[in-house]
T-cell receptor, first 111, second 114 residues
Framework: GDSVTQMEGPVTLSEEAFLTINCTYT??????LFWYVQYPGEGLQLLLK?????DKGSNKGFEATYRKETTSFHLEKGSVQVSDSAVYFC??????????FGSGTRLSIRP | DTAVSQTPKYLVTQMGNDKSIKCEQN?????MYWYKQDSKKFLKIMFS???????INETVPNRFSPKSPDKAHLNLHINSLELGDSAVYFC?????????????FGQGTRLTVV
């Protein structure tokens, strides 16, 4: 079945460092891909999305490009801030219309 | 003006009790979901409804019974609560069942069974 694999955390970086969180997927057809962020004690918020191959989603300095050839959707940010500390989830909308999530990556940013 | 709201936010109850969690969305979406998040933050879909009709039931024990009185509401009733039911339960909605639509999530209900 469809699935999402993302790098295990926790990831700890210093402020202004470059961030990459890897995400790969397995799916039939052409799923839509998402990154969600969960701040402590809150629900999930959509960070960005891409709906077809080579699309780039971007928001709040974060970017991810839909790479069909490598079935990947890696999240990047050029300069992280303390306020980016959260859990990040990669997800896809499957052919069965479910939204399937990866296991989440906890990100901590040191001042 | 919260888009997806669920109540209560916290629920502490004893094993064997029956409890309900309510969810409402004011986005005019057709599709609603329940997800369970365990202590390791893993999110698993439990149910999805489209226009009040059950679409997905992910091998959830039949102690869990969702009810959708209209397409803006999806409540979750749990009978005979067990310790393993302790988790955060999230309600979500999306414009439609398929396509490229994202889901909007509520703030979660932290259920603790003691």
């Amino acid at each position: 079945g469809d699935s999402v694999t993302q790098m295990e955390g926790p990831v700890t970086l210093s402020e202004e460092a470059f961030l990459t969180i890897n995400c790969t997927y397995t799916a039939t057809g052409y799923p839509s891909l998402f990154w969600y962020v969960q701040y402590p004690g809150e629900g999930l918020q959509l960070l960005l999305k891409a709906t077809k191959a080579d699309d780039k989603g971007s928001n709040k300095g974060f970017e991810a490009t839909y790479r069909k050839e490598t079935t990947s959707f890696h999240l990047e940010k050029g300069s992280v801030q303390v306020s980016d500390s959260a859990v990040y989830f990669c997800a896809l909308r499957s052919s069965a219309s479910k939204i399937i999530f990866g296991s989440g990556t906890r990100l901590s940013i040191r001042p | 003006d919260t888009a997806v709201s669920q109540t209560p936010k916290y629920l502490v109850t004893q094993m064997g009790n029956d409890k309900s969690i309510k969810c409402e969305q004011n986005l005019g979406h057709d599709t609603m979901y329940w997800y369970k998040q365990d202590s390791k933050k893993f999110l698993k879909i439990m149910f999805s409804y489209n226009n009040k009709e059950l679409i997905i039931n992910e091998t959830v024990p039949n102690r869990f019974s969702p009810k959708s009185p209209d397409k803006a509401h999806l409540n979750l009733h749990i009978n005979s609560l067990e310790l393993g039911d302790s988790a955060v339960y999230f309600c979500a909605s999306s414009l439609t069942l398929g396509g490229n639509t994202e889901a909007f999530f509520g703030q979660g209900t932290r259920l603790t069974v003691v």
